[in-house]
């Protein structure tokens, strides 16, 4: 019984420790998306090395499926996107997902359950970085839709 209470504690620590890096790397993200690139992803907390993976989609209004008068939405890739959508949504979804890495284990396998999936949507715009960024992919989109000269 006392085994089993201390294992209980333990995983409880844990899950706590990587709700804390799932919270500190959405804080980074929003910052700045680009500290991850390049870089191991892990973090070293209270003694322990939490393994972290971070995706972000887009959230476009999806008013053509007809909610009855409710707003709907869908989480989508950036470059799944047009130049519309991408104008019109400025929300953003990161979904988070925290592992103990465990001594002797390198990497996590996919099917392996992590402690922490945790997902936040935040707006873009709210940050300068946010809006430059939205501005220079937006004229990216803009480039690509022009119509060359050749086109006639």
């Known amino acids: 019984t006392i085994a089993f209470v201390e294992r209980a504690a333990m995983y409880d620590t844990h899950r706590l420790n990587a709700m804390e890096v799932a919270h500190r790397t959405v804080v980074q993200w929003i910052d ?9 992803k892990r973090y070293e907390y209270m003694g322990h090395v939490y393994l972290f993976e971070v995706s972000e989609l887009m959230l476009i209004s999806d008013e053509e499926n007809g909610a009855g ?39 996590v396998a996919t099917q392996d359950e992590p402690l922490v999936h945790m997902t936040r949507t935040y707006w873009l715009g709210a940050t300068k970085r946010g809006q430059e960024e939205m501005f220079k992919k937006m004229l990216e989109m803009m480039g690509e839709n022009r119509p060359s000269a050749n086109d006639g």
Not at 32 to 40: A, F, G, L, T, Y
Not at 72 to 98: G, H, M, N
């Open 32 to 40: 700045d998306p680009e500290w991850i690139r390049n870089q191991p």
């Open 69 to 107: 008068g409710r707003a709907r939405a869908r989480a989508v890739k950036e470059s799944e996107v047009d130049i519309t959508d991408f104008a019109q949504s400025a929300l953003r979804v990161l979904e988070i997902r925290v592992w103990l890495e465990e001594e002797g284990r390198t990497g």
